[in-house]
């Protein structure tokens, strides 16, 4: 069942992340269970927690989303579950099926399709809840449709990226660069994602047009828009989705650019992979480079992005409700094809997959890891 009626109960959805130095990496194995990492990888990747003190704010993050959540939906318990840290997805959802709950909207922390980031959390729900003993009473799960370009999400974005401009010295604005940034995709991913393939980098631009476009209206400058990509992994053999962010900072300060803002609409907080890939990493190799530049902000617990949470499952409850959406692209089916976000050689069937409708799919906190999954939304 994935049309219209009553959800008694809202889940949020994340990847989840470490609260202490302990906790790093247990967490590690974690999201790379399965996959022949080296270890050395692991403890450089552990190193970059250990920056921040060992704690992602990842989970922080998600407990102020949740609040908010709470004051918006007043009328709907308000559940919390990782795929990779507590509190697990696995022990959420049998939380919720202790107390009773029959049908609950699912909310990732994501906006964009890919396997590892949208299919994965159908993926997740379906052994949540196949992880339920037997004869109990299993909740239906069912996941919003996709938001990416929902006004709830761009407006704040147009807002995050005038603020970021106005941080650039007074001769930089007018001309700098908007680098609309993203986890990168093995290629593979990447086409396969959505129903018809390619699905993410469409989308990716889609939303930095949209964005783009409003600040064009704001302050009637068009900037240069373009698509870069941060937190590539893996074996140089394995082809991923480019430019790398930091070598396309390089390439504008050695042409002369006047300055560059980082737009992370890949993430809907301010979580690992944007306070060190961007804010560290990039901007460091940035500022080295002579090139005036900043970060935008993300979303996090705008009011508007938790309007547009509570605008979402009056739309599952009422499914004659108009669909906001800002491209061509939206609004985003809620039904999936079962090939949707399938990349070749992934074959596997998610335990009790038949247990989950197949709800629209969505980016998601968990990033490819080949040689690293990180953290996203």
């Known amino acids: 069942m994935t049309g219209g009626g009553e959800v008694d109960a809202l889940l949020l959805v994340s990847f989840g992340g470490p609260e202490g130095p302990d906790d790093v990496l247990p ?15 692991i403890e450089a990747v552990a190193e970059q927690y250990r920056m921040f003190g ?10 102020a989303l949740a609040a908010a959540l709470r004051a918006s939906l007043p009328e709907l318990p308000v559940y919390w579950g990782n795929r990779n840290w507590a509190p697990y997805l696995t022990d959420t959802v049998a939380e919720m ?3 009773g709950v029959r049908r609950a909207a699912c909310f990732v922390t994501s906006a964009f399709a890919s396997h590892s980031g949208c299919r994965q959390y159908r993926e997740d729900l379906a052994g949540a809840l196949a992880a339920l003993p037997a004869g109990t009473q299993r909740p239906e799960l069912v996941k919003l449709r996709l938001f990416f370009d929902h006004p709830g999400f761009v407006e704040p974005m147009i807002d995050h990226c005038l603020a970021a401009l106005a941080d650039l010295p007074v001769k930089a604005r007018a001309d700098a660069h908007l680098l609309f940034t993203a986890h990168s995709l093995p290629l593979s991913q990447s086409a396969a994602s959505g129903p018809h393939g390619d699905a993410y980098p469409r989308q990716l631009r889609a939303v930095a047009d949209l964005i783009a476009a409003g600040v064009e ?6 900037h240069p828009v373009e698509i870069v990509f941060c937190s590539r992994s893996g074996p140089p053999s394995v082809s ?11 390439e504008l300060a050695a042409a002369g650019a006047a300055g560059a803002v980082l737009v992370p609409i890949g993430f809907v907080s301010d979580h690992m ?33 938790v309007a547009m949470v509570r605008e979402l499952v009056d739309e599952l ?22 090939h949707c976000c399938q990349p070749p050689g992934i074959g596997r069937q998610p335990p009790g997959s038949g247990l989950v409708p197949e709800t629209a799919i969505l980016m998601g906190d968990g990033a490819t890891m080949t040689g690293r999954r990180g953290e996203k939304g």
């Open 317 to 338: 409850r009422d499914p004659t409700l108009p669909r906001r959406s800002l491209s061509v692209l939206g609004p985003w089916t809620d039904v999936c094809a079962p």
């Open 97 to 99: 099926s202790a107390a």
């Open 273 to 305: 992979e944007v306070v060190h890939d961007l804010d560290v990493v990039a901007l460091r190799r940035a500022r080295g480079l002579g090139l005036p530049a900043t970060r935008a902000g993300t979303v996090g617990t705008d009011p508007r992005f």
């Open 54 to 63: 060992g704690r992602s704010p990842l989970n922080d993050q998600n407990r």
């Open 27 to 41: 967490f590690l194995r974690n999201v790379t269970a399965g996959r022949a990492i080296p270890p050395a990888r």
């Open 217 to 222: 209206r704001r302050t009637g400058v068009r």
């Open 240 to 250: 991923w989705l480019e430019p790398d962010v930091g070598d396309r900072l390089a």
